[in-house]
T-cell receptor, first 110, second 112 residues
Framework: GQNIDQPTEMTATEGAIVQINCTYQTSGFNGLFWYQQHAGEAPTFLSYNVLDGLEEKGRFSSFLSRSKGYSYLLLKELQMKDSASYLCAVRDLNAGKSTFGDGTTLTVKP | DGGITQSPKYLFRKEGQNVTLSCEQNLNHDAMYWYRQDPGQGLRLIYYSQIVNDFQKGDIAEGYSVSREKKESFPLTVTSAQKNPTAFYLC???????????FGSGTQLSVL
């Protein structure tokens, strides 16, 4: 099975940088996804890591360490529209399906 | 435009009633999924399907049923056996099983 932990809530200031952590314990690992979900809306894909290291995509970057069971999502130059929940999801090695963490609600303040 | 369509957006269920949530995709994706989301929580997998006429139980399948008669469609029935059905239901699809998910806009189900 999968056990995925994320902080419940975070607050940051517009223009700043914030790092959202995700730790996981899994019987089989085949990649990690990050999704963004605005209140009342569907999640949208942000990033996917399967190898160790940093993947950069504009203001958003995602990092993975498989040996530590750890990932983070880094958001730079925060904007008000970045206020949302950020969901970490681990892809199961055998079944090919993803298990989600409970998500981190980020509030960006002026 | 390609995408996933869920309907209805809001649904109310009476005691002892079965209700069906619709999910249609025109992305030509092989895999489809149903997730349940409770307030302040992440997504929990109900059922998933890799190909037509095949589906598997997820982590919380009790009280739910699905069918996959067409590649484009993956309806979810919430049966009267599901005693706590109030939640936000999300349908998703992926090119192949395990790939990144594309979500529909969701259905909020409430009990009268």
């Amino acid at each position: 099975g999968q056990n995925i932990d994320q902080p419940t809530e975070m607050t940051a200031t517009e223009g700043a940088i914030v790092q959202i952590n995700c730790t996981y314990q899994t019987s089989g690992f085949n990649g990690l996804f990050w999704y963004q979900q605005h209140a009342g809306e569907a999640p949208t894909f942000l990033s996917y890591n399967v190898l160790d290291g940093l993947e950069e995509k504009g203001r958003f970057s995602s990092f993975l360490s498989r040996s530590k069971g750890y990932s983070y999502l880094l958001l730079k130059e925060l904007q008000m529209k970045d206020s949302a929940s950020y969901l970490c999801a681990v892809r199961d090695l055998n079944a090919g399906k993803s298990t989600f963490g409970d998500g981190t609600t980020l509030t960006v303040k002026p | 435009d390609g995408g996933i369509t869920q309907s209805p957006k809001y649904l109310f269920r009476k005691e002892g009633q079965n209700v069906t949530l619709s999910c249609e995709q025109n992305l030509n994706h092989d895999a489809m999924y149903w997730y349940r989301q409770d307030p302040g929580q992440g997504l929990r997998l109900i059922y998933y399907s890799q190909i037509v006429n095949d589906f598997q139980k997820g982590d919380i399948a009790e009280g739910y049923s699905v069918s996959r008669e067409k590649k484009e469609s993956f309806p979810l029935t919430v049966t009267s056996a599901q005693k706590n059905p109030t939640a936000f239901y999300l349908c998703a699809s992926s090119i192949r099983q395990g790939e990144k998910l594309f979500f529909g806009s969701g259905t909020q189900l409430s009990v009268l």
